[in-house]
């Protein structure tokens, strides 16, 4: 039976008209530096699981990443002007922050098996400054699902203040560090003992992901890298 997810027409042409778009932008505003590319499976679905401070962490992912990756938003920029064209040009994957959507999941656990990279925040939302918070079981459920592994990835440089920094000709550095695959144990059980290895999955992921930041970037998972 054929796997149900596809990208429409009309999104993947878009796709290949927005991702060498950003990269201009970004080389124009910024000195831009990628390092681990080498770790990007070459097929296959998988997750990216970034750090989100700011809303340019996504864009700036999406405009580097070596294929065109499913991208996942909280369903309020669909009202914002601008970002809401975007992510609907784009096709990007509308959630609900905070609410279990089991459609939703299933949505993003096809993409990955259809052998799409999906773009995840496992902090469930931006930070608004540097330091990591705690990661949400929602990757992790979705790796498990789908069988796939998790590439780690560090964004450092797109603070809320990018932009106006970015206007004043400052150029401000941004650093996207991709850490190797990760393949997370399998979660076993059932209610209470699930949800405990879902959440420990994730922790791995975030622990993996705050080894890839400086220091500032840390925040509560600091520790498991001192």
Known sequence: MPNPYS??????????????????????????KISGRENVPARGGYLIAINHVSTYDPPFVVAFWPAPPEAVGAVEIWSRPGQSQLARLYGAIQVHRGEYDRSLLETMVAAVQAGRPLVIAPEGGRSHQPGLRQGMPGAAYIADKAGAPVIPVGIVGTTRDYIQRARRGLRPPLEMRIGEPLHLPAVPGRGAERRAALQENTDLVMARLAALLPEEYRGIYAEKNS
């Open 7 to 32: 990208v429409p027409l009309h999104n993947r042409i878009m796709r290949r008209i927005f991702r060498p778009s950003f990269r201009l932008l970004f080389h124009l505003l910024s000195p831009v």
